[in-house]
C-alpha cells in the first residue's frame, strides 16, 4: 500500500484497513461506504496555479464510476445535502457506494485507472467523512405530505439506541456503521434515513439522545439504498 494516492481531505482509520486485509475471505462481503463530502470554494490542484473550476467540478471529473463497475461496486446515493440542522462541518454532499467486498475497495485503490482520477478528488474535496455501515433494514414507505428526506449520522452512548415509533417521521433505512474508512478521530454508530414532517425538523435534533449526530436534510438524485440491500451479494 506504499503507493496509495496521498490524501489531504482526511485521515485513515489503518487500524481497521489492517483488520480488512486480514479478513477471512469466507468472512468478508458486501459493506456500504456512505461519504460526507465538503468541497473547496475552488478547486487546488497543488501545483501553483491559479484553478477555473469549483471543488464541487472537480469532484464531479474524478467521479471513478469505471473502476467501482470493475470491482462490481454500485452507486446506490448520491444526494445534495439542501440543509443541515446539526453537527459541524457543514456538508455539500452525500454519496454512498455499495462494494460487494472489503476486498474489491482495497484492490480498488490499487488501479491504475482509479489512481489516475484521484488527483480531482484531491483538488475538489476540502473533507469527507467515509464510513463503513451494514445495513440493518429498509422500508418502502411513501414520501410524507409536506416532509423532507432527512439523514441522521449519530454517535450514541453505549447502550443507547435512536427512538422508534415517532409520530410524524417515517423510517426508510437503518444502518450500523462499522467504522470511519477516512475522516478523523470522530466514531459514529448509526446512519439513518427518514421522511420527516417539516413541522418537526427543528425538534429533531432537541429530542435527539445522540452524544455526537449530523442531521441533514437531502435532496436525492440517485437513490437504490432499498434495492441495493435486497440485491446484495453474500458474504464469502
Known amino acids: 500500500m506504499s503507493d496509495r494516492p496521498k490524501i489531504r481531505y482526511g485521515t485513515p482509520n489503518f487500524e481497521m ?20 463530502m465538503k468541497y473547496r470554494e475552488v478547486a487546488d490542484y497543488g501545483d501553483g496555479t491559479t484553478a477555473t473550476r469549483s471543488g464541487r467540478d472537480a469532484d464531479d471529473e474524478y467521479s471513478p464510476l469505471g473502476p467501482l463497475a470493475a470491482i462490481g461496486a454500485i452507486v446506490v446515493m448520491a444526494a445534495t445535502v439542501t440543509s443541515q440542522l446539526a453537527g459541524e462541518p457543514t456538508w455539500d454532499r452525500v454519496a454512498i457506494v455499495r462494494y460487494p467486498s472489503r476486498s474489491a475497495f482495497m484492490a480498488m485503490q490499487q488501479r491504475d485507472d482509479f489512481k489516475s482520477k484521484h488527483v480531482h478528488k484531491e483538488a475538489g474535496m476540502e473533507f469527507t467523512i467515509v464510513m463503513s455501515c451494514l445495513p440493518q433494514w429498509t422500508s418502502d414507505a411513501a414520501p410524507i405530505a409536506k416532509g423532507s428526506y432527512v439523514m441522521r449520522v449519530s454517535r450514541f452512548a453505549e447502550g443507547d439506541a435512536s427512538p422508534t415509533d415517532v409520530a410524524g417521521v417515517r423510517p426508510l433505512s437503518r444502518f450500523a456503521v462499522e467504522g470511519v474508512i477516512v475522516g478523523d478521530e470522530r466514531r459514529f454508530t448509526e446512519v439513518r434515513f427518514d421522511w420527516v414532517d417539516d413541522d418537526l425538523l427543528p425538534d429533531l435534533v432537541i429530542a435527539s439522545t445522540a452524544v455526537e449526530e449530523f442531521v441533514m436534510t437531502l435532496r436525492p438524485a440517485i437513490d437504490k439504498l432499498v434495492t441495493s440491500v ?3 451479494p453474500k458474504a464469502g
Open 17 to 36: 484497513i489492517r483488520g480488512w486485509l486480514s479478513m477471512p475471505a469466507e468472512q468478508d462481503g458486501p459493506f456500504w461506504a456512505v461519504n460526507l
Open 230 to 232: 435486497a440485491t446484495a
